[in-house]
């Protein structure tokens, strides 16, 4: 009884040190699968960090930052542009008479839209403004008003025309004849309009082109543009 009793004790302490021993495998599998799972956490914070806060993410930010800035780049860039051709920029003057080339073509000779267009050209080195209307004196009479602004032309005249070295500005002296008690000439003074609206320095300028006579009654002046006027 005794034998039975020592082998039945012998063989329950095999089994508790079985047990134990399974037990321990199953702590250390599911350490293993913690582990594991850590792992597997670490490894999508990893992921997320790369495609986030990582080197990638980095540089996807840097990429969409960049592409916004330079889209207001390339908007301020634009308004710069458009500042150039009908604002003022810092620095710049008001153009010139001596540094500008000042010419004039008579056209549609007796012809509905008979005018004479003018052209002004920034021969300086550096950008220069002009702005309103020119004030044109035709034949001689030098001593009277200049002409009026055309009642029938586009509005903005009061912005500044930026041009830059080369670049070039568009009026028109706009002819109406009657037929009788007209006036005729070959040649106009012309002058430059400042912003505050006063004129500078009246110089003569020769029609050029295949008929430089003209004729009027009546007459005004357009606004000046980067377009010519009645270019049909």
């Known amino acids: 009884m005794r034998t039975s009793r020592i082998r039945t004790?012998?063989?329950a302490a095999v089994t508790a040190a079985l047990a134990l021993g399974l037990t321990a495998c199953g702590g250390a599998g599911g350490g293993s699968k913690a582990a594991?799972?850590?792992n597997a956490a670490a490894t999508a914070q990893s992921r997320s960090a790369s495609g986030g806060d990582g080197k990638g993410g980095v540089e996807q930010a840097n990429s969409g930052g960049?592409?916004?800035?330079?889209?207001?780049?390339a908007t301020a860039s634009g308004g710069t542009d458009k500042a150039a051709s009908t604002g003022t920029t810092a620095g710049t003057a008001q153009c010139r008479g001596d540094e500008m080339l000042l010419t004039a073509v008579h056209r549609f000779a007796g012809q509905q839209g008979d005018h004479l267009l003018v052209t002004a050209s920034n021969e300086g080195t550096r950008p220069c403004w002009v702005t309103s209307y020119p004030a044109v004196k035709l034949g001689g009479d030098?001593?009277?008003a200049a002409l009026p602004h055309a009642k029938k032309d586009n509005p903005g005249g009061e912005k500044h025309l930026t041009l830059q070295p080369g670049g070039k500005a568009y009026s028109a002296v706009n002819l109406f004849d009657y037929g009788s008690n007209n006036h005729t000439a070959q040649s106009f003074t012309i002058a430059l309009r400042g912003a505050d609206g006063h004129d500078g320095a009246f110089s003569s300028v020769d029609i050029k082109g295949e008929k430089p006579q003209f004729s009027w009654n009546e007459a005004d002046v357009l606004n000046w543009s980067t377009k010519k006027p009645y270019d049909f």
């Open 36 to 38: 594991g799972g850590d």
């Open 9 to 11: 004790a012998a063989l």
């Open 142 to 144: 030098v001593d009277g």
């Open 66 to 73: 960049a592409t916004k800035e330079g889209a207001r780049s």
